[in-house]
Protein backbone atom coordinates (compact mmCIF):
# COMPACT_ATOMS: atom_id res chain seq x y z
CA UNK A 1 0.00 0.00 0.00
CA UNK A 2 1.28 3.66 -0.57
CA UNK A 3 0.84 6.55 1.66
CA UNK A 4 2.34 9.83 2.14
CA UNK A 5 2.92 10.64 5.65
CA UNK A 6 1.26 13.71 7.11
CA UNK A 7 4.11 13.17 10.13
CA UNK A 8 7.43 11.89 10.56
CA UNK A 9 6.87 8.18 11.66
CA UNK A 10 10.49 6.03 13.33
CA UNK A 11 11.35 3.71 10.63
CA UNK A 12 9.02 4.83 7.92
CA UNK A 13 9.75 8.46 6.75
CA UNK A 14 9.88 12.12 7.20
CA UNK A 15 6.68 14.30 6.51
CA UNK A 16 5.81 14.50 3.45
CA UNK A 17 7.34 11.33 1.85
CA UNK A 18 5.01 8.81 -0.62
CA UNK A 19 6.03 5.03 0.87
CA UNK A 20 4.88 1.88 0.48
CA UNK A 21 4.14 0.08 3.81
CA UNK A 22 2.26 -3.18 4.33
CA UNK A 23 -1.37 -3.38 3.95
CA UNK A 24 -2.27 -3.67 7.55
CA UNK A 25 0.46 -1.45 8.89
CA UNK A 26 -1.33 1.27 6.79
CA UNK A 27 -4.87 0.59 7.16
CA UNK A 28 -4.46 -0.69 10.97
CA UNK A 29 -2.38 2.15 12.62
CA UNK A 30 -0.73 5.05 9.58
CA UNK A 31 -4.24 5.69 8.31
CA UNK A 32 -6.58 5.57 11.64
CA UNK A 33 -4.17 7.49 13.52
CA UNK A 34 -3.88 10.54 10.72
CA UNK A 35 -0.22 9.87 10.85
CA UNK A 36 -0.55 9.13 6.68
CA UNK A 37 -3.41 9.79 4.08
CA UNK A 38 -3.60 7.27 0.97
CA UNK A 39 -1.31 7.67 -2.33
CA UNK A 40 -4.40 8.26 -4.45
CA UNK A 41 -4.01 10.82 -7.68
CA UNK A 42 -5.64 13.92 -5.59
CA UNK A 43 -3.52 13.42 -2.58
CA UNK A 44 -0.34 12.58 -4.60
CA UNK A 45 -0.93 16.09 -6.37
CA UNK A 46 -1.37 17.98 -3.34
CA UNK A 47 1.38 16.48 -1.69
CA UNK A 48 3.82 17.94 -4.32
CA UNK A 49 2.03 21.25 -4.42
CA UNK A 50 3.40 21.12 -0.73
CA UNK A 51 6.63 19.94 -1.28
CA UNK A 52 7.35 22.54 -3.63
CA UNK A 53 5.84 25.38 -2.02
CA UNK A 54 8.56 24.01 0.92
CA UNK A 55 11.25 23.91 -1.27
CA UNK A 56 10.20 27.55 -2.27
CA UNK A 57 10.17 28.82 0.97
CA UNK A 58 13.40 27.75 1.84
CA UNK A 59 15.19 28.73 -1.13
CA UNK A 60 13.74 32.61 -0.09
CA UNK A 61 15.13 31.91 3.48
CA UNK A 62 18.66 31.57 2.35
CA UNK A 63 18.28 34.25 -0.30
CA UNK A 64 17.38 36.86 2.45
CA UNK A 65 20.08 35.13 4.49
CA UNK A 66 22.68 35.71 1.86
CA UNK A 67 21.78 39.03 1.83
CA UNK A 68 22.09 39.85 5.48
CA UNK A 69 25.18 38.49 5.51
CA UNK A 70 26.63 40.52 2.98
CA UNK A 71 25.53 43.69 5.03
CA UNK A 72 26.92 41.96 8.02
CA UNK A 73 29.88 41.36 6.71
CA UNK A 74 30.47 45.33 6.19
CA UNK A 75 29.82 46.08 9.60
CA UNK A 76 31.70 46.84 12.77
CA UNK A 77 30.45 47.22 16.31
CA UNK A 78 31.67 48.93 19.23
CA UNK A 79 31.20 48.13 22.66
CA UNK A 80 31.86 49.59 25.80
CA UNK A 81 32.64 48.05 28.65
CA UNK A 82 33.94 48.67 32.17
CA UNK A 83 37.30 47.47 32.67
CA UNK A 84 39.66 47.17 36.25
CA UNK A 85 42.89 48.74 37.08
CA UNK A 86 45.04 45.61 35.37
CA UNK A 87 42.85 45.72 32.07
CA UNK A 88 40.73 43.03 32.70
CA UNK A 89 36.71 42.86 31.70
CA UNK A 90 34.12 43.38 34.88
CA UNK A 91 31.32 40.72 33.73
CA UNK A 92 31.98 39.13 29.90
CA UNK A 93 30.61 40.14 26.56
CA UNK A 94 28.59 37.53 24.44
CA UNK A 95 26.57 36.89 21.64
CA UNK A 96 23.64 39.19 23.46
CA UNK A 97 25.75 42.10 23.62
CA UNK A 98 26.83 41.93 20.56
CA UNK A 99 23.19 41.48 18.92
CA UNK A 100 22.22 44.40 21.54
CA UNK A 101 24.57 46.84 19.59
CA UNK A 102 23.69 45.31 16.23
CA UNK A 103 19.99 46.07 16.71
CA UNK A 104 20.88 49.81 18.59
CA UNK A 105 23.33 50.93 16.03
CA UNK A 106 22.64 49.41 12.59
CA UNK A 107 19.15 48.48 12.64
CA UNK A 108 19.38 44.87 12.13
CA UNK A 109 17.95 41.89 14.26
CA UNK A 110 19.98 38.73 14.33
CA UNK A 111 18.91 36.74 17.32
CA UNK A 112 21.79 36.17 20.12
CA UNK A 113 22.05 32.48 20.12
CA UNK A 114 23.07 32.60 16.83
CA UNK A 115 26.43 34.66 17.40
CA UNK A 116 29.40 33.55 19.18
CA UNK A 117 32.36 35.54 19.90
CA UNK A 118 35.86 33.89 18.45
CA UNK A 119 38.57 33.27 21.76
CA UNK A 120 38.21 34.86 24.89
CA UNK A 121 37.41 38.60 25.50
CA UNK A 122 39.70 39.55 27.95
CA UNK A 123 40.02 43.34 27.31
CA UNK A 124 39.68 45.89 25.04
CA UNK A 125 40.70 45.10 21.69
CA UNK A 126 38.89 44.05 18.51
CA UNK A 127 37.48 40.18 18.24
CA UNK A 128 36.07 38.26 15.76
CA UNK A 129 32.31 37.01 15.91
CA UNK A 130 30.96 34.17 13.71
CA UNK A 131 27.02 34.97 12.70
CA UNK A 132 25.12 31.61 11.68
CA UNK A 133 22.21 32.88 10.19
CA UNK A 134 20.72 29.88 7.77
CA UNK A 135 22.35 26.46 7.83
CA UNK A 136 24.09 26.91 4.51
CA UNK A 137 25.06 30.50 5.42
CA UNK A 138 27.61 32.03 7.57
CA UNK A 139 29.32 35.51 8.19
CA UNK A 140 31.87 36.76 10.11
CA UNK A 141 31.74 40.35 11.93
CA UNK A 142 34.52 42.38 13.51
CA UNK A 143 33.73 43.29 17.52
CA UNK A 144 35.50 46.13 18.67
CA UNK A 145 35.48 46.24 22.39
CA UNK A 146 36.77 49.59 24.31
CA UNK A 147 36.54 50.92 27.67
CA UNK A 148 33.99 52.89 28.83
Keep these: MKVIL ?3 VKK ?9 VSDGYGRNYLLPRK ?6 AANLNSAKV ?19 GAQLEKISV ?6 GKDGKLFGSV ?8 LKENHGLNVDKRKISIQG ?29
Design 12 to 20: VGAKGDVVE
Design 120 to 148: DVTGAGVYEAVVKLHPEVTTKIKVEIVTA
Design 50 to 68: KAENKARKLRQEADEAKLL
Design 35 to 40: LAVEAN
Design 78 to 83: RIPVKV
Design 6 to 8: QED
Design 94 to 101: GGGDVAKA
